[in-house]
């Protein structure tokens, strides 16, 4: 499972890579476009005009019926709207396409463009600037500046600039669909195998769970007559030196009856009473119940943060803190401090252990333990309460020992 995740986030990546690649190629071919076809619309224009500017050589005048014709023939371009041939005191000509336009004739820019035109002007007979200088000096006959403006439409370029845009857009949407779909298929196999783990774990507690209940329930009534008989012979012993070897005797029984009591209660179900429980209220109950213990050792408990109120059985939290601060106990160091923190529905309990070698991983396996005296089932238990109150409860780091209870669910 793990591979095939791999697998997918290295998909994903190159989808990702692919996208960019595409996308910075795609823009520039696409502007490159842009920029030849506007150049290939304006090179007709310019050879338009040329062939005005040319005619009267071939045909005498601009006012001539041949250069009209000319005119109207070069109008019948698709991408030409119209041509006008003017002085500055006259239309002289212009083609019947130009009625339905609103053209603006700037004589001071050569070129110009709208939205939806490019207007190009020219001077058809520039060679007459200087000769109308010098005749405007010798005589006031002199030949007219003829002009020629042509009007191009964008019509066909506006088609090509959105249906390239459409392209580019469709393949932006199609690889990001892909690069989605890739996440989308990456997260439902991750959710499979957390299921599958969950699911394995589950089965993997239940069997635990049937097995701790029918051990604990094979060995208990054996162990009660046992300790019966061993504190009836401890009662009858005259011998002091016999009497210190049933005390150890007696004292191992006990420590075996807290662990079959333990399998016992990991094996039953746990049925579960809500009410309105305060937290500091259950906290304090837990330490005066502790007292003693940590007194041995010398230890302090610090409670800081504010008090919140959680819906859970009281009896089942009892229990879950109880374990927590005698494993606290048992594990901190002679003489040291075991601050409890308060946030917003959540609870940290935070110890200097002695022990470093923890698996945090395994902490809430059943039998996982690192001391020789305990069976292994008490965080289970805590874990296994807390999951069926919908809470959750983890190591957030082992030096110091940090573990939280998040009464908001599993973080």
Do not use: W
Request: charged share 25%; glycine share 4%; proline share 2%.
């Amino acid at each position: 499972m793990k591979k095939l995740i791999a697998s997918v986030n290295i998909l994903i990546i190159i989808s990702i890579i692919s996208l960019l690649i595409l996308g910075y190629y795609e823009i520039k071919k696409y502007n490159a476009s842009v920029k030849a076809h506007k150049k290939s619309l304006i090179a007709q224009g310019e050879l338009t005009l040329k062939a005005l500017e040319g005619a009267p050589k071939y045909f005498g005048s601009i006012r001539s019926i041949s250069v009209v014709q000319l005119a109207e023939e070069l109008a019948k371009n698709e991408n030409i709207l119209g041509i006008i041939i003017f002085t500055e005191d006259e239309v002289i000509y212009k083609t019947k396409k130009i009625k339905t336009l609103d053209v603006k004739i700037d004589l001071k820019n050569s070129f110009y463009e709208t939205d939806n035109e490019i207007v190009i002007n020219r001077l058809l007979n520039p060679e007459d600037i200087i000769d109308s200088k010098l005749k405007n000096k010798l005589s006031s006959n002199f030949a007219p500046l003829y002009y020629a403006t042509v009007v191009l439409s964008k019509d066909e370029f506006n088609h090509f600039v959105s249906s390239s845009q459409k392209d580019i857009f469709i393949i932006f949407i199609s690889i990001t669909f892909v690069i989605l779909l890739l996440i989308f298929i990456r997260i439902m196999i991750k959710r499979y195998d957390i299921m599958s783990k969950e699911l394995a774990r589950s089965k993997q507690m239940e069997e635990i769970a049937n097995f701790a209940n029918i051990l604990a329930h094979e060995i208990k009534n054996p162990l009660s007559s046992i300790q019966g008989f061993s504190n009836y012979i401890y009662d009858n012993l005259k011998d002091e030196e016999l009497k210190d070897y049933m005390d150890s005797l007696l004292d191992e029984l006990d420590r075996l009856k807290l662990i079959v009591d333990d399998f016992n209660q990991f094996g039953r179900p746990i049925d579960i009473s809500r009410t309105n429980i305060s937290i500091k209220k259950l906290i304090d109950r837990s330490l005066e119940l502790v007292k003693y213990d940590a007194e041995k050792k010398n230890l302090t408990f610090e409670l800081t943060g504010d008090d919140f109120e959680i819906l859970a059985d009281q009896d089942k939290m009892l229990q879950v803190l109880l374990n927590l601060f005698i494993n606290a106990i048992r594990y901190s160091k002679q003489s040291s401090k075991v601050e409890i923190k308060l946030n917003y529905k959540m609870i940290k309990i935070i110890n200097q252990n002695d022990n470093q070698k923890i698996d945090k991983e395994k902490l809430f396996t059943p039998f996982y333990t690192t001391s020789s005296k305990g069976s292994g089932l008490g965080l289970a238990i805590c874990k296994k309460i807390m999951t069926l109150h919908g809470f959750d409860i983890f190591v957030e780091k082992t030096a110091p020992f940090t573990i939280v209870l998040n009464f908001n669910g599993k973080g």
